[in-house]
């Protein structure tokens, strides 16, 4: 099993049609992702080939369920048409939209997340690398060439220490890997992911990576006190951040204690969680970890724990 995204599951690219679009979908399909079509008012009707594949091009993303059956939706359009596409596929009934492009405005996400919250439509996103399942498929930008299908699962802020981490613990290998993005305004959380993973049979180890600026790392490890039983292992970026200053996302800035790397880390640690002080040690914890549930027999049954 995996969370959000798996074998059966078909995805329309809205954007599909554009430069990021065409490279990403061709990737996507590479990983064995059933991309089922594109989505392009002006191009509705066409096809576009992908090496073996002819991916038809729909009008709407409504055409585009109600011809393949579709129940996710990527979504590479620019910033100032990304809250119409995401109010698009919500009132289409689309499961899961999925929302790489970066820039979008806060006023325009906090839209478009309250928009599809209401219709029942979960958003991975924005300014996020999407997700993976390891061998099942890949919905987004994440390379699916890094790692392998296992046990453990991760949830991102950051789109590079996810791929780092895909890549450190390739050997291990992952059940699902999903980058939720770090602007201030996301749709799906690490409180949900981590609720997902800690009901998934098939992933035995989490892994959270957070970064500096906001609550939702303490939030999480809150979370994870109260009602996650498998073990926690996490990476908080921006120990050296200054005060005062964004550093890369929109989100990662702090104020005095508030929203620092220590805070975290500590708020993680006083959970449970054993927290990596670089990505390195992140992956050595995990392995660590998984040793200690192997002897134990935690990691291969039905219950871990930290």
């Known amino acids: 099993m995996a969370i959000y995204l798996t074998k059966e599951s078909k995805v329309l690219v809205q ?19 059933d991309v089922v079509g594109g989505v392009n008012p002006r191009k509705a009707g066409r096809t576009v080939d992908f090496d073996d594949r002819a991916v038809p091009v729909f009008g709407s993303v409504r055409d585009g369920i109600e011809a393949t059956g579709a129940d996710v939706t990527v979504v590479f359009v620019p910033p100032a048409f990304s809250k119409a596409a ?21 006023h325009d996400a906090v839209a478009f997340h309250a928009y599809a919250k209401e219709r029942g439509t979960r958003v991975i996103g924005p300014n996020c690398p999407g997700l993976i399942t390891p061998g099942q498929a890949n919905a987004g930008i994440i390379p699916a060439d890094i790692t392998k299908p296992g046990r453990v699962g991760l949830v991102s802020k950051s789109g590079t220490l996810t791929y780092q981490l895909m890549y450190e ?11 939720i993005g770090g602007d201030p305004v996301v749709g799906t959380t690490h409180i949900d992911c981590l609720a997902a993973f800690e009901d998934d049979p098939d992933t035995g180890l989490i892994v959270l990576i957070g970064e500096i ?7 999480a490890a809150a979370y994870i006190r109260r009602a996650v039983t ?5 990476y908080i970026a921006g120990f050296t ?16 204690s ?5 805070a975290k880390q500590e708020a993680l640690e006083a959970a449970g969680v054993r927290v990596g002080a670089t990505p390195t040690e992140t992956a ?6 998984l040793g200690a549930c192997r002897d134990s027999n935690h990691y291969g049954g039905d219950v871990t724990h930290r």
Do not use: N, Q, W, Y
């Open 284 to 289: 050595r914890l995990v392995l660590d970890r």
């Open 241 to 256: 951040a200054p005060e005062g200053k964004t550093m890369g996302h929109a989100g990662a800035i702090v104020s005095g």
């Open 213 to 219: 600026g906001g609550d939702a790392e303490e939030r």
């Open 169 to 179: 613990l390739r050997d291990i290998g992952f059940s699902t890997c999903v980058g």
């Open 258 to 262: 508030s929203g620092t790397a220590k």
């Open 15 to 33: 954007g599909m049609t554009g430069a990021e679009g065409m490279k990403h979908t061709r990737r996507m399909l590479a990983a064995g992702t």
């Open 230 to 234: 498998k073990p926690v292992v996490a």
């Open 86 to 106: 995401v109010t698009e596929a919500a009132d289409a009934g689309i499961g899961l939209a999925v929302v790489i492009t970066e820039g979008i405005p806060v």
